[in-house]
């Protein structure tokens, strides 16, 4: 497969909440960049889905933004805890709130990187 993504992508678990007209759930985030997201959820929604998430950052602060959902892979909740990848990608569009909260943490999976490398 052909990487298309522009941004370093970086691993990173963080519990969110999920919001579309058509209700919400939960899930967690598979890694970040400065453009999207990779959730982890069971539930999927269809690709060009308008999307609110919520998340708090490990400095308790909360971060609101909207996107779009490039991307998903529907997978039971049963296969998914035997380590089955599903979810979606997210694009991000706007921030509601905790832009530079969101922006905090890719600072420091950043600095976690290069701390690796040189290491």
Not at 19 to 29: A, F, Q, R
Not at 73 to 84: A, D, W
Request: hydrophobic share 30%; charged share 30%.
């Amino acid at each position: 497969m052909i990487e298309r993504r522009k941004e370093i992508r970086y691993k990173k678990r963080l519990q969110l909440r999920l919001s579309t007209e058509n209700g919400c759930t939960i899930g967690l985030t598979n890694d970040i960049s400065r453009e999207g997201i990779s959730i982890r959820s069971a539930s999927v929604q269809p690709v060009g889905t308008q999307i609110r998430i919520e998340l708090t950052t490990p400095d308790n602060e909360k971060v609101v933004l909207g996107g779009t959902v490039q991307w998903g892979i529907r997978l039971s909740p049963i296969l998914m805890r035997h380590g089955k990848k599903g979810g979606m990608g997210i694009k991000i569009s706007n921030f509601v709130s905790g832009e530079g909260a969101y922006q905090k943490i890719l600072e420091s999976c950043e600095e976690q990187t290069e701390k690796e490398v040189s290491a």
